[in-house]
């Protein structure tokens, strides 16, 4: 593994919990993101800091189309990026999503 490429990424994981796919992002994403910087975000690939904002961003946004009303109010946006990158700084492995009781609704895995 070089020093530019991580391995796969914390998103990857939180994605799958959110039920979310690469196109979601993409198509959620008012800022021109492509399917390319979406996968090499997941694989690990080093992105610039600003690219790890653009993700968050369409991921926050492609979890919004997703709720219904009631849920959009117990939502809580990811406003860090460090959760879903391990190499951001302010990454903690042992960080508890806010959203976990939501996520749980939306899967039928209710705690």
């Given amino acids: 593994m070089s020093e530019l490429d ?9 994605m799958e919990k959110w039920g979310l796919v690469n196109e979601d ?6 800022e021109q993101l492509t399917f390319k910087q979406v996968q090499r975000a997941r694989a690990g690939r080093r992105l610039t800091l600003k690219m790890m904002q653009k993700v968050l961003r369409a991921y926050n946004v492609a979890i919004w189309k997703k709720l219904s009303k009631v849920q959009k109010e117990k939502f809580v946006e990811y406003l860090q990026h460090g959760p879903l990158f391990n190499y951001a700084k ?22």
């Fill in 6 to 14: 991580l391995g796969d990424q914390p998103l990857i994981p939180m």
């Fill in 25 to 30: 992002l993409v198509s959620a994403s008012t």
């Fill in 90 to 111: 302010g990454y903690d492995e042992n960080w508890a999503d806010p959203n976990e009781a939501l996520i749980a609704e939306l899967t039928g895995e209710d705690e």
